[in-house]
């Protein structure tokens, strides 16, 4: 891949995915509250690396600047789930032809009190309807182990962040989300 990657949430559990969307772009553009103080420890890779310490919290400030940047060829994405405008305003962004990938907590596959649509689905629904920008979910799950349940590690959501960089499908579980009772709590 060649471009402009935005990277969006991802200096916590996501940066190894954060590093290997950097590897593949021409340019990156880091955003987090602590991206000011984020770096990759490899010399090209911060090179090539525009650190936004904006919250997204901010979508005004954040837009404004992300805006100065875009088109994006690929986007990596952890934002809260009821960011719906954030959400759609970052689709306007994404280059045609390019990769959206949206990290989820497993309840976003969950429907609404009144039996509205999950966010998943939404969103699933809503970028249908965009046939230029291909569009992938990660929904994080837990793991089965050792006669226990446990959440994901790092190293496990980022592995399923990459998979849809190198392979996307439209919704990629990363663990599992059955049953939903063995959850962890």
Known sequence: MTGTALLLGTTGMLSAAARHAAGLAEKSVIVSRNAGSFSFGD?????????LPISYEDEPA????????APFDLALTWIRPRAELL????????????????????????????GEPSIASIRAEALAHQPDISYAQVVLGFVHENGASRWLNHEEISAAA????????????????????????
């Open 87 to 114: 959400r759609a305003a970052l689709d306007a962004l994404v280059a045609p032809g390019g990769t959206l990938i949206e990290v989820m907590g497993s309840r976003s596959i969950l429907a609404g009190k009144n």
């Open 62 to 69: 954040l837009l404004a600047a992300l805006e100065e940047h």
């Open 162 to 185: 990459i998979a849809q960089m190198e392979m996307p499908l439209p919704r990629r579980i990363a663990g599992t989300l059955e049953p939903w009772d063995a959850r962890p709590q």
């Open 43 to 51: 010399e090209v890779l911060d090179a090539k690396c525009i650190a």
